[in-house]
């Protein structure tokens, strides 16, 4: 059974950093693509950030181009988002995601697995 637990959200000022951070377990992990997402209230879930298995390909929402990097640590099963400079429009529920393929994981109704998420909030 795969398994993605986020850990790291709370609640910051405009210009704050935080780390996000989800361990996997119950898939390959070294073979899968992994990637984050979001979700306003009121608002659709939407697409953040995703990482390829081997690290070779990244992708990013334009919204957070520049602001927010994506890595992962096969050795410790676990991806990070790294949010730097953020917003109150960042603020959302953030999610985990993994599947086999970086084409999949880039959007909502083709993505494997998620994880539960956690509340990132923003305040100006």
């Known amino acids: 059974q795969v398994q993605l637990v986020e850990s790291g959200g709370g609640l910051v000022q405009a210009g704050d950093s935080l780390r996000l951070s989800c361990v996997a377990s119950?898939?390959?992990?070294?073979?899968?693509?992994l990637g984050w997402f979001r979700q306003a209230p009121g608002k659709k879930r939407e697409f953040v950030a995703a990482?390829?298995?081997?690290?070779?390909?990244?992708y990013y929402a334009d919204s957070v181009k520049g602001r927010f990097t994506v890595s992962r640590d096969n050795a410790k099963i676990t991806v990070y988002l790294q949010m730097n400079s953020l917003k109150p429009e960042d603020t959302a529920v953030y999610y985990c995601?993994?599947?086999?393929?970086?084409?999949?994981?880039?959007?909502?109704?083709?993505?494997?697995?998620w994880g539960q998420g956690t509340q990132v909030t923003v305040s100006s």
């Open positions: 990482i390829s298995w081997n690290t070779e390909s990244t």
């Open positions: 995601a993994a599947d086999v393929s970086i084409n999949r994981i880039v959007t909502v109704s083709t993505v494997g697995y």
């Open positions: 119950g898939l390959t992990f070294s073979r899968s693509a």
